[in-house]
């Protein structure tokens, strides 16, 4: 069983709709993240997320929205999304999210597959 | 600015052979770590290392090798006899420490490793 878990694991949704992706991590860490994977591009770091703090928004369109109630939990708020949004799209998790502790491993999860139509 | 290349977008083998898997970065901390990640057709990235840059030791789990060597710039991944359980999309990332003091991973393309029966 993975300790960073993602729900929905697939979602079709149309470009009026408001819908979220939800994460949980099981693993005690301080530092959550999104990141997008499309098709032919290399991930993508969306937010970073220390002590329920963002701390980084990797220049992110305002159609997103993350939100971390608490250490263990991510939210990505969707809503009016384009077609070219259609991706993966990954939570992760590390102990960390600092510069002096960047040997931190990153875990994921299973990611969201996301269409938008 | 940091970046991970890996020229390699798709390679072939039976199963059975050894295949390397190249990744060449780029990055101007002294300080940096790097990583390899699987990623099966579930979605899910799978850890399987991560060098610091002050560790040139090569280093051997099971079937997996890897070969870091800072002259180059370079940390290439070898699968030896290769399995059809090992067709995946593998990524090579490298840890960066940015301007603000966090940090966060800055992925390659992939390799698609298709291993044939």
């Known amino acids: 069983e993975t300790g960073v878990t993602q729900t929905p694991r697939h979602l079709v949704m149309g470009m009026t709709n408001k819908k979220s992706l939800k994460c949980e991590q099981h693993?005690?860490?301080?530092?959550m993240y999104w990141y997008k994977q499309s098709a032919k591009k290399p991930l993508e770091l969306m937010f970073v997320?220390?002590?329920?703090?963002?701390?980084e928004n990797n220049s992110v369109p305002s159609r997103f929205s993350p939100e971390c109630p608490n250490s263990s939990h991510l939210f990505l708020h969707l809503h009016t999304l384009q077609p070219e949004d259609s991706a993966l799209y990954l939570c992760a998790s590390s102990q960390e999210a600092s510069a002096e502790s960047s040997g931190n491993t990153i875990y994921f999860g299973e990611g969201s597959w996301l269409t938008v139509v | 600015a940091q970046k991970v290349t890996q020229a390699q977008t798709e390679i072939s083998v039976v199963e059975k052979e050894d295949v390397t898997l190249d990744c060449v970065y780029e990055?101007?901390?002294?300080?940096?770590?790097l990583f390899w990640y699987k990623q099966p057709p579930s979605g899910e990235l799978v850890f399987l290392i991560r060098r610091n840059s002050f560790d040139e030791q090569n280093e051997i789990s099971g079937r997996y090798s890897w070969n870091f060597q800072k002259s180059t710039s370079s940390f290439n991944f070898t699968i030896t006899a290769s399995q059809v359980v090992d067709s995946a999309v593998y990524f090579c990332?490298?840890?960066?420490?940015?301007?603000?003091?966090?940090?966060?991973?800055?992925f390659g393309s992939g390799t698609r490793l298709q291993v044939q029966p």
């Open positions: 997320y220390s002590l329920e703090e963002r701390v």
């Open positions: 693993l005690g860490h301080n530092a």
């Open positions: 990332a490298l840890s960066e420490a940015w301007d603000t003091g966090r940090r966060a991973l800055t």
């Open positions: 990055t101007r901390d002294t300080t940096y770590y």
